[in-house]
């Protein structure tokens, strides 16, 4: 059993021990110390990171993990030799956003049993932000806004958080939030003064204002219930200022004020998607002029069309094809585009003994591309940059040919 010193001091950083074990682990140096200040992932909050020094070597952990017999093995790059006394240092930055963010969401924890009886079934701890499964139908937007203002109102308190260390039985009686599943020994509590009693084996502030804030952010429902993106601490005001300058980024493009981004937003999607309906229009009286010009010039029966165009898009030469072989003549359409991705429509007057789907599907094969249709109406589409205005022309003459 490795002596656990967090548990007694969350702001211890550095610390003394003795190398009781090491061993290899898949390539990895694993150390087992008499005593540690390293706290090993657990509970969804994840392991510190820090140093070991041994004869006057530093050696990076890289990971700290609870064993099955209560030993937590400290991983690192290199070796350590058992019997070797070194010195260990947390990264102390890392562990206070920890204590922070998990202090934090005891709290919020406790706000939403208090306001709304909603328990906490799962926390996890993210490298940009923490969520808590909240076991419950549904939470609206202000009842999230409630626990919030009184979790932050529990952090301006300043409450003390004290660690206790009492026999399960006696544990059972103090009407816990949260008792571990499977327990021996003494259950360590954590008392967030008249506001919040549970059984962790987490770090954790002195007081609550040590958290400094939090900051809800994502609700979404979830199998179990409702989870909840929050941010504590300097974590808080980081995202606060990211918010903020994404905001501000988008204020400058629509030369406003940030808290009017969302009316501008709708205001421009509401003008683009006139301006698309407007744009569809003209491409429709363009397509029925074009239509008239190019049935104008050709003869026989049936007039066979074939025109490609090079800057034109798949949307023109389907509206096209549409106005020419909607008339009473009989009329053959093949048709190609080279803007976006190159496209090629085959249509005919319905009626006709050719069939469209057929003619498609020999010509974009050709070319290493997809399609099909109906014997009235076909369509097919190339790879971008697979094939030449040359090649797309060349193959609307060989499929006239074959008409
Ligand atoms: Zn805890």
Do not use: W
Not at 36 to 52: C, E, I, K, N, W
């Amino acid at each position: 059993m490795t002596d656990r010193l967090y548990y007694h001091d969350s702001f211890l950083y550095d610390f003394d021990a003795r190398v009781v074990e090491a061993f290899d682990s898949n390539g990895r140096s694993a150390i087992v110390l008499d005593r540690t200040a390293f706290y090993p992932t657990s509970g969804g909050q994840v392991h510190d990171l820090g140093m070991l020094t041994a004869d006057g070597q530093q050696i990076a952990i890289t990971e700290v993990a609870d064993d099955e017999d209560g030993r937590i093995l400290h991983f690192a790059a290199s070796p350590v030799a058992t019997g070797t006394q070194v010195h260990g240092s947390v990264d102390a930055v890392r562990r206070r956003d920890h204590v922070q963010q998990h202090t934090g969401q005891h709290v919020l924890s406790a706000a939403f049993i208090r306001l709304f009886n909603m328990p906490t079934v799962s926390f996890h701890m993210g490298q940009e932000s923490c969520t808590i499964d909240l076991e419950t139908a549904g939470l609206s937007f202000a009842q999230a806004q409630k626990a919030e203002l009184l979790a932050n109102e529990v952090i301006a308190e300043d409450r003390p958080v004290g660690i206790r260390f009492v026999p399960l039985e006696e544990a059972r009686k103090l009407g816990l939030r949260k008792l571990p599943p499977k327990q021996t020994g003494d259950l360590r509590l954590i008392d967030i003064t008249n506001f919040d009693l549970t059984a962790c084996g987490g770090t954790h502030v002195r007081a609550t204002g040590q958290i400094g804030s939090i900051l809800l952010r994502k609700i979404e429902k979830v199998k179990q219930g409702v989870r909840v993106e929050f941010v504590c601490g300097l974590r808080a005001v980081n995202t606060a200022r990211r918010d903020y300058t994404t905001l501000t980024e988008a204020a400058a493009l629509y030369s406003s004020h940030i808290y009017d981004v969302p009316e501008q937003v709708r205001k421009s999607l509401a003008e683009a998607k006139a301006a698309g309906k407007t744009q569809h229009k003209l491409l429709e009286e363009l397509a029925e002029l074009y239509a008239e010009r190019l049935l104008a010039q050709a003869a026989g029966s049936p007039q066979i069309i074939t025109q490609f165009f090079p800057d034109r898009d798949a949307l023109f030469i389907k509206l096209l094809a549409q106005k020419l072989t909607a008339g009473k003549s009989a009329v053959i359409a093949l048709l190609a585009s080279g803007a976006g991705q190159p496209t090629l429509v085959f249509a005919q007057t319905p009626g006709q003994k050719s069939n469209m789907g057929q003619f498609m599907k020999d010509a974009i094969s050709q070319l290493g591309g997809r399609g099909g249709g109906s014997a009235d109406m076909a369509q097919g589409g190339l790879p971008t940059g697979t094939a030449d205005d040359e090649k797309l022309k060349s193959l609307l003459q060989e499929t006239a040919r074959k008409l």
